[in-house]
């Protein structure tokens, strides 16, 4: 190997830490992600991190003791979910200033991420104690990876309401919402979710529907609200499990700002090319941006077809 190709290499190392071990510090709470179904999605640091600790703050203890025991960590637990994490907050923190360590997880996935704890991390820098991230699974991120949908800017919206009304109003405010639309939901609340969806976002709006990511069962489906509301009902099998719902968002509103110029560079380029090479070039050559672009592509596309 060369000096060179050497050097590159201890260079590359400097974004990383030299040490695989995982040194737990006192008076820390851990922000520690576990899997969210395959077993094999749990890093190395997130075991030595549960072991190193004093104890657990786990959402449910009955759920996290056989995932623990499978590997080893015999580290002791405390329940601290919705119902009494103001209650232990007090304790926590007196554990932590006295140098305790403290461990929080899920049930499944990255902690905080529409699992409980807010209010802790809240008051934890109101005294000023650290927090460190164990990262790891997550299947928020999970299913944004394979969707197949814009990423570059998404807005996460949880759980919508359980009831029908509130469920409607909510969405009805992201009709106009741009950037990426991603939700967890129940799997008995799915299908209205989904025929909601439809209804308020447009019938032909396109989704991506992921469910039991990392298990055995993994389906991961796309298609438009309306298409994935019949796919879901066509076969009871599919309402099991764990969802995450991604739906694209809406179109730019093009601005009528926009010069008669680009209106006819766009008629020029989308007479030779492909929509989205079209869009690309005009993105290079007039410096706006790609969405608004995009827009006013599909409005000219739509008025050039209309008049052949």
């Known amino acids: 190997m060369s000096i060179n190709v050497i050097a590159a290499a201890h260079d590359q190392s400097c974004h990383y830490q030299d040490s695989l071990t995982a040194s737990v510090e006192a008076g820390v709470l851990y922000v520690v992600a576990t899997p969210i179904g395959n077993l094999g999605d749990m890093t190395l640091r997130a075991i030595q991190v549960l072991q190193g600790v004093d104890y657990i703050a786990a959402e449910d203890t009955r759920h996290s003791k056989p995932l623990l025991q499978f590997f080893g960590i015999a580290t002791p637990l405390v329940s601290l979910h919705e119902y009494n994490e103001r209650a232990r907050i007090p304790q926590l923190l007196a554990d932590l200033q006295a140098g305790k360590s403290v461990a929080l997880i899920a049930d499944a996935g990255t902690p905080l991420i529409s699992d409980p704890g807010f209010p802790l991390l809240q008051a934890l820098r109101q005294y000023g104690l650290k927090a ?28 919508p309401p359980a009831r029908t009304a509130a469920r409607r109003r909510r969405l009805q405010r992201l009709v106009k919402e741009e950037r990426t639309l991603v939700f967890f939901e129940a799997s008995h609340r799915l299908q209205a979710s989904l025929t909601d969806m439809a209804m308020i976002f447009g019938a032909h709006r396109e989704a991506v529907i992921a469910r039991e990511l990392t298990k055995r069962y993994e389906e991961i489906h796309g298609d438009t609200l309306t298409a994935l509301s019949e796919w879901i009902g066509a076969d009871k099998d599919r309402l099991k499990g764990e969802f995450v719902v991604i739906v694209r968002g809406a179109m730019p509103t093009v601005e009528t700002s926009v010069s008669i110029e680009v209106r006819y560079l766009l008629q020029i380029l989308l007479a030779e090319l492909p929509l989205k090479r079209a869009v690309a070039l005009a993105v290079e050559l007039t410096g706006l941006s790609k969405n608004r672009l995009y827009g006013l592509a599909l409005t000219v596309e739509k008025a050039w077809l209309s008049d052949q």
């Not at 164990?134 to 990423?151: C, E, F, K, M, R």
């Open 132 to 159: 460190v991230p164990i990262p790891g699974a997550s299947g928020l991120l999970a299913a944004l990876s394979v969707a197949g949908l814009p990423t570059d800017r998404f807005v996460f919206e949880g759980f």
